[in-house]
DNA sequence: ATCACCCGGGG
DNA sequence: GTGTACGGGTGAT
């Protein structure tokens, strides 16, 4: 028997657990009431206890922060619908809350120590949370898409669905209740445990059940009706840039999984499922989730298992600091400028893991870092020289160490049993995520058990690190061409000694990532000296890694990329330095060849597409640029975009001041379309330059040269 | 010159 | 149910 979903209903207080078993998929129900801690006035007591909504009280002994010893709080169970309504009185009594927003879900999976894909015999678990070989029943999975009827235009949710694909049937009729009735049926009796959709939390399954409102059809693609959340998507600000989420569409009993969402690509379904048992989170939910939250998760299951308790609300202030304490301590990672050029014989080396393992060697959490119990600890942080706790390893380390493992057991495993390389990779994917995620997160204020003085002592450290290493690397007589956080370039003979050394003198494994047979550095367009994260290269096995440059952006048109991609295959072909310059001649007859398609009118308009996410609505635009007259024709057509959304727009006439004129929505382009040649034009050479700059190729200089090469063509431009 | 707006991670 | 901080590019004002 396996637990395949485990749901929770907040108005009846109640769970309900989906069985897998040889003869199908039925559900548990239990009524569970989520319990709350309140701290601070045990007199309080008997009033609690006869609250509305408050099924039991009574005291307990509870940490209510980390490292603290245990007091006296009172623990009452709750109706989960009015838990907030309770928690704001007593707050305003002067009460602290504790354990107000968790999910009743893995509450009560925790108490009654189970977790999503367990095994169960009967009622009994039959399985171990942790392990790293377990079993996974043979799940029946579907794909599942809708396409509406128009194929020009700008698609709505008014348009009639045109036919339905799921799994090898297509369902194609002549009304659209039919072709919603017959997907129930299909569903029904196909009776899948997962529903996969390519991006159906923002297209297919809305409009579904928008359209299946409008005949009066209750859509039922899950076991039992779905409980679906009301309201749309939401905008939220994440990676300094603001995204868009849509509503999750949630089955009962049967799992809709995107699998364009951010951890399904990362994992599939085997690298979910494990973290899923790891985490506690349902599968739907966790797909749904980013790496971020399931780092919260893992923090905070490994605290209610420790039993101490999460704060409501949590608002630990930074403690105060001087000017200058502020200036050493928020000086972030170690950054060696790149030397800007062509280089032979360069090597990439690495630190795994480089913070989560600083974590775990030099105990940072929020309870360890300036810990009370340790003034004068002999462990004190580079540079700020912050006393670490001595006497108990903190709540992160403790969540990190098996979580650093697991995937180092994994990556081992990628190698010894290649048969099943594929499934491990994925695994050790996913916890890849989870540990890089684990860094930022102690620098975000809200964060449950982040702290800004962890995040410092964290870089601190990796200044620290990376500065020993160059040291050991310039004693090999290593040249040091660059260097970022976790990584260092460098030219020399003999890395893999110099990764053996650093390793053993860090104890963190330094791994030789690339050998470039030459690599190039940019450098800044606007002041010359080389860009961080600017560079190309070919590696010995004939590997392309290049970065910073437009084809890495999820905004270039097409036919940049190609234009790139194209420039960069010629130069892959040089095996050194002069193989390179010999290559470049070949390099511009790639620009002269895409300057006269251009030119000519030949581009596709697919291939002139730009994407890009608006930061804000239509009217929050100051400026007036080509994501706002995008926006804004979008809005003619009836069509609302919330901040976060992805736009698409082709350049018609880039110096217009006209919305209508300046770019144009591609939905709405035909063969009367004409793109903006001279502006194209331009990006073709400013995307040559970035590759060439190094080499004297400047935007004019190209330009000059096409204008040389085609005389015609070019005058007008 | 300064401000506004967008992107970035790995295999 | 949400990493920051910042470097880099381009374009508007």
């Known amino acids: 028997m396996f637990l395949l979903d485990i749901r929770y209903d907040p108005e009846k207080s109640k769970i309900t657990k989906w069985i897998k078993t040889d ?139 045109g036919r339905i694909a799921f799994g090898d049937c297509v369902i194609e009729e002549s009304s659209e209740a039919e072709m919603i ?23 297919d399954l809305p409009y579904l059940h928008h359209r299946a409102a409008l005949h009066d059809i209750d859509l039922s693609l899950g ?37 364009s969402s951010f951890t399904f690509r990362e994992g599939g379904l085997l690298g979910l499922i494990d973290l899923s048992r790891i985490t506690g989170i349902p599968l739907q939910e ?12 893992l923090q905070v299951n490994q605290a209610l298992r420790d039993g101490v308790l999460v704060p409501w609300k949590r608002n630990l202030a930074e403690y105060w600091k001087t ?22 014989n360069a090597f990439e080396v690495d630190f795994a893991s480089l913070f989560p393992n600083i974590m775990v060697n030099h105990n940072i959490s929020p309870e360890t870092v300036l ?85 410092e002592s964290i870089t601190a450290y990796g200044r620290e690190i990376l500065l020993r290493t160059i040291e050991l690397a310039d004693g090999m007589g290593f040249e040091i061409l660059h260097g970022i956080v976790d990584s260092l370039w460098v030219k020399g003979r003999n890395p893999e000694k110099l990764c053996e050394i650093v390793t053993k003198d860090i104890g963190i494994p330094l791994e030789l990532k690339g050998e470039f047979r030459w690599i190039v550095f940019l450098p800044n367009k606007s002041n010359g000296v080389g860009a961080l994260n600017r560079y190309y290269g070919v590696m010995i096995n004939g590997k392309l890694k290049v970065r910073g440059i437009e084809t890495r952006r999820s905004d270039t048109p097409t036919l940049i990329r190609n234009l790139q991609e194209a420039m960069l295959g010629k130069l892959a072909e040089a095996k050194n330095a002069s193989e390179f310059y010999m290559k470049i001649p070949e390099v511009l007859e790639v620009l002269r060849e895409y300057t006269r398609k251009v030119l000519d009118n030949e581009c596709a308009l697919s291939d002139l597409i730009f994407k890009t996410h608006v930061s804000r609505g ?28 992805t736009i698409h727009y082709i350049i018609t006439d880039h110096k217009s001041r006209n919305y209508q004129k300046r770019v144009i929505i591609p939905e709405l382009a035909d063969e009367s379309t004409q793109y903006d040649r001279a502006k194209y034009y331009e990006y073709l050479l400013r995307a040559t330059e970035s590759m060439l700059l190094p080499f004297g190729y400047t935007e004019e200089r190209l330009d000059g040269i096409m204008r040389g090469r085609m005389q015609r063509s070019l005058c007008g431009y």
């Open 23 to 161: 003869k199908g998929c039925q559900p548990v129900h239990e009524v569970y009431y989520p319990k709350i801690y309140v701290g601070g006035k045990p007199e309080l007591l008997p009033q609690i206890a006869s609250l509305p909504g408050v099924k039991d009280a009574c005291f307990d002994e509870k940490s209510t922060w980390l490292g603290r010893s245990p007091e006296k709080v009172i623990s009452a169970k709750v109706e989960s619908i009015s838990i907030y309504d309770i928690a704001s009185m007593l707050e305003a009594k002067g009460c602290s809350l504790y354990n107000i927003d968790l999910d009743p879900v893995r509450q009560y999976l925790i108490e009654y120590n189970l977790f999503p894909a367990a095994i169960l015999k009967g009622d009994i678990l039959d399985d171990s949370q942790y392990a790293l070989d377990y079993e996974v029943p043979e799940l029946v999975s579907m794909e599942l898409s809708v396409i509406p009827g128009r194929y020009k235009g700008i698609i709505t949710m008014e348009d009639p669905i």
């Open 323 to 344: 000017a200058e304490e502020l200036l050493i301590a928020d000086r972030g990672a170690l950054v060696i400028e790149p030397k800007v050029g062509l280089h032979e």
């Open 286 to 297: 966790l797909s749904r989730l980013s790496p971020g939250s399931a780092v919260t998760a």
């Open 223 to 259: 076991r039992e009706k779905d409980i679906l959340h009301e309201g749309g998507g939401k905008s939220y600000f994440s990676y300094g840039r603001i995204l868009y989420k849509p509503k999750g569409y949630l089955l009962a009993g049967r799992l809709h999984l995107d699998r």
């Open 181 to 203: 009735n017959n997907l129930n049926v299909e569903v029904a009796h196909a009776d899948p445990d997962l529903i996969l959709t390519d991006r159906g939390d923002s297209f």
């Open 618 to 645: 239509c009217d929050e635009y100051r400026q007036f640029n080509n994501q706002m007259a995008a926006v804004k024709q979008l809005k003619v057509e009836g069509i609302e975009t919330l901040a976060g959304q």
């Open 371 to 455: 810990c009370t119990c340790c003034p004068d600890s002999q462990k004190r942080v580079p540079f700020t020289h912050y006393n670490i706790c001595q006497q108990h390893i903190g709540l992160i380390p403790r969540v990190l160490k098996p979580l650093i493992e697991r995937r180092m057991t994994y990556k081992k495993r990628i190698m010894s049993e290649p048969e099943r390389a594929e499934e491990y990779e994925m695994k050790q994917n996913v916890l890849k995520w989870l540990l890089v995620t684990s860094f930022g997160y102690m620098g975000f204020n809200k964060a449950r058990f982040g702290r800004i003085e962890c995040h």
